[in-house]
């Protein structure tokens, strides 16, 4: 129960908690709504692929892929886009709502 209590709310949360970065980093966008409504999105199409392929895909691959999709994108932007800042605002946005999307897959 932990290790899904992490592997659900850690990955999403490290997004958004860090409202005063984002709004720094992206001055007079609305990238924290943008998050939200990216994440709601994917998972509502996550949650209906995941009832389609409930029966095809055994529950040890279903956790294993949801692990590495939540969290790998988590430590991409932290190492690429935080630490090092490899990328440029534009980009560093995409990014980062591409990262969420796809923690959102790998959560749902």
Known sequence: MLLAGVGFLLPYNS???????????FQGTSIVFDMSLTYIVVALLAVILNNVLVERLSMHTRITVGYILALGPLIFVSVFDVWLEKFTTKEAYVINLLSVGVVA????
């Open 15 to 25: 997004f958004i908690t860090d409202v005063d970065y984002l709004h720094h980093k």
């Open 105 to 108: 897959f790998g959560c749902t």
